[in-house]
């Protein structure tokens, strides 16, 4: 198939698109200009570039409606404004389902699984509500469009990325909170450090799309959870690989350290089940990849 992917110069969008022409799909990448194509290029992504940036909607759109499928990752989120990034996604979202609807061809969204917040010490599946208040909870309206494209002839699809999708590159959350570490001498966690959130490794994830490409039904979300960890261990394992102490900060305190958004995203209890996942598209997470513990030192390596 002809598979139109945004993000694919991306963290994640760039593993989803390797793992589709694995599969032996054809990728057509959007990239924003010549600049990302040449990044697209140096990265060794086996795609074809389109230019055309999220706010170019009637081009992602004809795109889509020439290939066999798309898939959105990008997520736009300039100058820590959530609203209007979440507005612009929106927007993709809707073009998209509009150039395919009635075809029965397949569109996967993103969002995360931190649009839940607090879950509370069980962990839960999909369908769980968001926390009052939540601030990352507004990514559930593009949630919405999603699920209502499945009811004008979309097999339409929404993955959710762990809190802390990880691998031994330079690149997602992960090595910040490594880094972060070295610099002040001290691996933190927010207050006792028992609240937990999800992870996954980026290869096991971007399998998932790959498997909601292929069998997800019409209108499904799915958590993209390997497993749920204690940040408290998370700092525990980063300390033992940078050999300096653990210390509990609190919230504000985390923000000057990581900043406000990964500090917001560090504090909940975020416990998701992926039992949709594995019943229903058969994935399987850290079955044949690392974990996060086993990540932790390779990137500290990397970083010395």
Not at 117 to 136: F, I, K, L, Q, R
Not at 197 to 222: F, M, N, Q, S, W
């Amino acid at each position: 198939m002809r598979i139109l992917v945004t993000g694919a110069t991306g963290y994640i969008g760039s593993r989803v698109a390797r793992r589709l022409h694995d599969k032996g799909h054809a990728v057509i990448a959007a990239v924003r200009d010549e600049a990302s194509a040449g990044r697209l290029r140096d990265m060794g992504v086996p795609a074809e570039p389109l230019r055309a940036s999220l706010d170019d909607v009637e081009i992602l759109a004809e795109a889509a409606r020439s290939a066999d499928a798309a898939v959105h990752i990008a997520f736009g989120m300039r100058g820590g404004d959530l609203r209007a990034a979440v507005a612009q996604e929106r927007r993709v979202a809707q073009a998209l389902a509009a150039a395919l609807a009635g075809t029965g061809k397949c569109l996967i969204g993103t969002t995360a699984t931190g649009v839940v917040g607090d879950t509370g010490p069980v962990p839960v599946g999909e369908d769980h509500p968001s926390a009052p208040g939540h601030a990352a909870a507004v990514r559930r309206e593009v949630e919405g469009d999603y699920l209502a494209a499945a009811e004008r002839g979309i097999r339409s699809a929404v993955i959710r990325p762990s809190i802390l999708t990880h691998s031994d590159t330079l690149q997602s959350v992960l090595p910040k909170l490594v880094a972060a570490a070295r610099q002040h001498g001290v691996a933190h966690h927010i207050g006792a450090g028992d609240n937990q959130v999800t992870c996954v490794h980026v290869d096991d994830l971007a399998e998932l799309y790959v498997l909601a490409l292929e069998k997800a039904p019409p209108g499904r979300i799915y958590n993209g959870a390997g497993a749920n960890v204690a940040t408290g261990d998370v700092a525990r394992w980063i300390g033992r690989a940078l050999k300096v102490p653990v210390a509990s900060a609190s919230r504000e305190q985390a923000s000057a350290i990581w900043g406000p958004f990964f500090a917001m995203l560090l504090a909940l209890d975020n416990r998701m089940s992926n039992e949709r996942a594995r019943g229903e598209l058969g994935w399987q997470p850290y079955r044949t990849t690392r974990r996060l513990e086993d990540d932790i030192p390779l990137i500290a390596a990397r970083l010395a």
